[in-house]
């Protein structure tokens, strides 16, 4: 009996705790928002908050149908804890008393979140380990924090620092530490792909819509954070890519329309292939242009519209070339199962002899579709008049 109530006690404080970090994380972030507003660029604060809510509420979504998984769990305290570090360094902008307390917390937060993307990176999607012997790497992300979070704390590096250690023991724990951390995202993300190699189905699918996302992180995140504080395209391009990533573990997890990211996938390579095509197509011709009628066009914009017409008569060709060069090199199953139909169906116009069509169809439909067994009905319309 005492088992029993404990049981039931317990069970309906699981599903709350997600929502009450949620409910944390939306009334820090407000209050950040209303300190840091005219102190800094409004987009950087925005950018910030929507990064917060965005880990928030994904973890929230993960954690209330599988409580089991850590990764929601992960993704609730990393909402909670950039809204925190954002409200503290929001109070450097009138003063407050804590303010030197939170450019010491805000120094060395972010070894913390490095570790917790290891970690999800080590558990996704199935918030299991491959095997016990990737528990080292828990390991050495503790170790590292172990280091690198005193010797950061503690640097003299940083002039706002009011708890500085002058040691070369810290310099030399920071950079172990640092190694340590190294390391383990490194072998975080190749027990990713090693999981990925050895998943099948539903497993596979998840990890794809993960791996698609880390795809469009990386190389937007390595473009765009240098030119954080020069243009708000920059800024709107980086808060795209952090969401992305929660956005896109949250839609494996709970198996929404995974099988639809083949069709993504395509999509993102195609339009992405002939957006660049396209935009050095008319950028060479504009200045190929410009050169080869400088002295007829001089001041006028006829470089320019010659150059947009040809884009534009380009676009339907170039697409349909790029879309069979990605079915063909990417997608080949579907590209040869099209290749099958088109045959097919050329065929189809000459064929008059019925046995011929029906064992043709048949063969069409177990190389395009596979099946575990194919039959073929046909009525008999003659035995059926009356």
């Given amino acids: 009996m005492t088992a029993t109530a404990a049981g039931t006690s317990e069970a309906p404080t699981r599903p709350r705790l997600p929502w009450l970090l ?8 407000p209050t950040m928002v ?21 880990f928030a509420t994904t973890g929230v ?3 209330t149908r599988q409580p089991d998984n850590p990764i929601g769990w992960i993704f609730c305290g990393l909402g909670v804890w950039y809204g925190f570090t954002e409200l503290w360094e929001s109070f450097a902008y009138h ?59 503690f640097t003299p590096d940083n002039p706002d620092n009011p708890l500085v250690v002058d040691s070369p023991v810290l310099e030399a724990a920071f950079a172990l530490g640092m190694v340590l951390l190294l390391v383990s995202i490194g072998t975080a993300l190749v027990s990713l792909g090693v999981r990925y190699r ?16 880390g795809a469009i992180f990386i190389p937007i995140m390595a473009t765009s954070v240098p030119f954080w504080y020069q243009s708000v395209v920059a800024q709107a391009a980086s ?73 534009a008569a380009l676009f339907r060709p170039v697409r349909g070339r790029i879309q069979r060069t990605v079915d063909r090199r990417f997608f080949r199953s ?30 069409v439909v177990q190389e395009t579709m596979r099946p575990v067994h194919v039959s073929l009905w046909l009525r008999d319309v003659k035995a059926d008049a009356p």
């Fill in 34 to 54: 209303a300190l840091s507003l005219g102190e800094e660029p409004l987009f950087d604060t925005l950018a910030f908050s929507a990064i917060a809510i965005a």
């Fill in 198 to 213: 050895r998943s099948v189905g539903v497993e596979r699918l998840q990890l794809r819509q993960f791996l698609y996302a």
């Fill in 61 to 63: 979504l993960v954690a």
């Fill in 22 to 29: 949620l409910s944390i994380t939306l009334l820090l972030v």
């Fill in 239 to 311: 808060a795209f890519a952090v969401i992305l990533l929660p956005t896109a573990a949250a839609v494996s997890i709970l198996r929404y329309r995974l099988y639809d990211i083949d069709v993504v996938i395509n999509r993102t390579l195609v339009y992405g292939s002939l957006t660049a095509t396209l935009a050095a197509v008319y950028v060479g011709s504009v200045l190929l242009l410009q050169l080869a009628l400088s002295g007829l066009t001089e001041g006028s914009g006829l470089a320019v519209a010659a150059s947009t017409l040809a884009v």
């Fill in 95 to 153: 003063s407050l008393p804590t303010e030197d307390a939170g450019s010491w917390l805000i120094g060395w937060s972010w070894i913390l979140d490095g570790c917790s993307y290891a970690v999800i990176f080590l558990l996704f999607p199935t918030g299991r380990l491959l095997s016990c012997r990737w528990r080292r790497v828990l390991w050495m992300l503790g170790a590292a924090c172990a280091f690198a979070i005193p010797g950061q704390a």
């Fill in 334 to 363: 579907r590209y040869d199962a099209t290749q099958t139909l088109q045959a097919f169906g050329a065929r189809l116009r000459d064929e008059v002899d019925l046995s011929a069509l029906s064992a043709d169809l048949q063969a």
